[in-house]
């Protein structure tokens, strides 16, 4: 019986850890010209659509047109700066070079992909 708890134990933690999301990573390097598909949708699904969608959260961030609408509306930014009242996503900030290529999607035009 002591074996079996054992066993029970060692699969238990062998499970819990392997359960580490990987479906995005936190960037370290600045990409210089981001589009929508390719790196700004795959944050805004992973960190903000969960509870930003349609029938969600105002506002959606779900999609192309809503991130870009949030954003050029001043929300987006200063939500995940912290500048304007609760951090988002809440928890944890973003990196600072996830934050700088929002950034410079916006400045190089919201390019979608």
């Known amino acids: 019986m002591k074996k079996v708890n054992i066993f029970l134990m060692f699969f238990s933690v062998l499970f819990m ?3 580490e ?6 960037i370290s ?5 981001p589009t929508y598909v390719s790196n700004i ?3 805004f699904n992973t960190k903000c659509a969960g509870c930003h969608s349609s029938n969600g959260q105002n506002p959606a961030l779900n999609n192309y047109e809503n991130v870009k ?6 929300k987006v930014l200063c ?4 500048s304007c009242g609760s951090i ?4 944890a900030k973003l990196p600072q070079a996830t934050i700088d290529m929002i950034k410079a999607w916006a ?4 390019v979608n992909q």
């Open 17 to 19: 850890v392997s359960c």
């Open 21 to 26: 999301s990987n479906s995005t990573q936190d």
């Open 29 to 33: 390097v600045v990409v210089a010209n």
């Open 41 to 43: 949708g795959p944050i």
């Open 69 to 74: 609408s949030a954003y050029i509306n001043g």
């Open 79 to 82: 939500k995940i700066e912290g």
């Open 88 to 91: 988002m996503p809440p928890g």
């Open 107 to 110: 400045v190089n035009g919201y």
